[in-house]
T-cell receptor, first 111, second 114 residues
Framework: LAKTTQPISMDSYEGQEVNITCSHNNIATNDYITWYQQFPSQGPRFIIQ???TKVTNEVASLFIPADRKSSTLSLPRVSLSDTAVYYC????????????FGKGTSLLVTP | AAGVIQSPRHLIKEKRETATLKCYPIPRHDTVYWYQQGPGQDPQFLIS???????DKGSIPDRFSAQQFSDYHSELNMSSLELGDSALYFCASSLGAQFSNEQFFGPGTRLTVL
């Protein structure tokens, strides 16, 4: 399993763009990069997934450079309700189905 | 849309007692996962089932067992409960057992062991 490293915490003001970078230096060729969000006392929620380049959905963008050794989750114009823990996970479809959560990034959004 | 259902939502047990947690996946989802999240900790994978067969195993204690039934619901059985078992237990389901398949999490069962 590729080890991931993220900042422990980040602070932002409402309306700003937040970028959370995850390092995964030993990512394998078949690995996907997935991000989940978790609010206190709630189950994690899927945000976005990618393999290479850029992926965008209605809530976030995921930027993956060509070497795939890192990825950046971008949250545009955050609101107070985006305060949560964000997890970066890396895995492939052949070596296990589970999500092995590491240390996520605790994002605090203030007015 | 239907979500993952977990019952009970809260459970209080004494040490050395047993507990059974239930999970009802989203209709047509064939894969169920169990996760444990202790206070201030990150979720830890316990065990998963695909089409009623165990598909992956994580850090599940030998005191715990689980199964997936013919209707795809799953139960996590916990025996000889210890204080350290106090945690939120999440069940998740997905369509197909692959890492790239989105997992949908339930609201969790909060287990308190006294």
């Amino acid at each position: 399993l590729a080890k991931t490293t993220q900042p422990i915490s980040m602070d932002s003001y409402e309306g700003q763009e937040v970028n959370i970078t995850c390092s995964h230096n030993n990512i394998a060729t078949n690995d996907y990069i997935t991000w989940y969000q978790q609010f206190p006392s709630q189950g994690p929620r899927f945000i976005i997934q990618g393999y290479k380049t850029k992926v965008t959905n209605e809530v976030a963008s995921l930027f993956i450079p060509a070497d795939r050794k890192s990825s950046t989750l971008s949250l545009p114009r955050v609101s107070l309700s985006d305060t949560a823990v964000y997890y970066c996970l890396v895995g492939d479809n052949n070596s296990g189905y589970a999500l092995n959560f590491g240390k996520g990034t605790s994002l605090l959004v203030t007015p | 849309a239907a979500g993952v259902i977990q019952s009970p939502r809260h459970l209080i047990k004494e040490k050395r007692e047993t507990a059974t947690l239930k999970c009802y996946p989203i209709p047509r989802h064939d894969t169920v996962y169990w996760y444990q999240q202790g206070p201030g900790q990150d979720p830890q994978f316990l065990i998963s089932f695909y089409e009623k067969m165990q598909s992956d195993k994580g850090s599940i204690p030998d005191r715990f067992s689980a199964q997936q039934f013919s209707d795809y619901h799953s139960e996590l059985n916990m025996s000889s409960l210890e204080l350290g078992d106090s945690a939120l237990y999440f069940c998740a389901s997905s369509l197909g057992a692959q890492f790239s398949n989105e997992q949908f999490f339930g609201p969790g069962t909060r287990l308190t062991v006294l």
